[in-house]
């Protein structure tokens, strides 16, 4: 079973993505996404600098979305095919509700590193809290984590980036587990 909230340890341990484009209504509510916000922003953050935004583009801004990565793609690519324009439409419109975190340093005392792994956090906590609200989240980055056009159009600066496209909604088929490492192939003891 995956995604089993009958317990905290017993949905860290069944935790599974969903793809975003197999994602369906319903997503969270204004209340239910507020409360998973809030949840992926109490992470942890060296020198509580809270080095990371969150921006939710809302359904009736997915059509904008599209616009800015078919103009974003063909800015990189412009002899970009009508298929690989389509793929980025359908990258925008997918799963009911979209949140992209974006990693935004404060340059100074604190490593960027750890700055940066601290929106990984925020990642990674948000898709934690979308799991325990009975969603399912899918994170993903593509080209269009690593383009600045889309990046400053989303409000951030030239030292931000964009840590993850995070979708969130219901799954419309069964979730199927993927290859995970055995424990003996990651941990040593030294
Ligand atoms: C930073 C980051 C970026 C990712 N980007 C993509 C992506 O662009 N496309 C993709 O298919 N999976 C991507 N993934 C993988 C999925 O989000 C996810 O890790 C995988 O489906 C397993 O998730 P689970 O352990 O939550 O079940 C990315 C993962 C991370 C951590």
Known sequence: MFND????????ATR??????DMVAPGP???QLGHILATAIRTPDHGKLAPWR?????????????????AAYLAQKPTASAKELEAADQFAYQAPTLVVVLSAPVLGK????EQELSAGAVCMNLLAATHAAGFVGGWLTTWAAYSDMVRDALGGGPDDRI??????????????ERPR??????????
């Open 16 to 21: 599974r993505s969903g793809k975003p484009r």
């Open 110 to 113: 604190i490593e960027l590193w």
């Open 163 to 176: 840590a993850g496209f995070m979708f969130i909604g219901t799954p419309s088929r069964p979730l199927d």
């Open 5 to 12: 909230t009958s317990s905290a340890t017993a949905l860290l």
């Open 54 to 70: 969150i921006v939710v583009i809302d359904q009736d801004r997915r059509a904008a979305f599209a616009d800015l990565l078919r």
């Open 181 to 190: 490492p055995t424990l003996d192939s990651v941990v040593t003891r030294w």
């Open 29 to 31: 509510d204004e209340a």
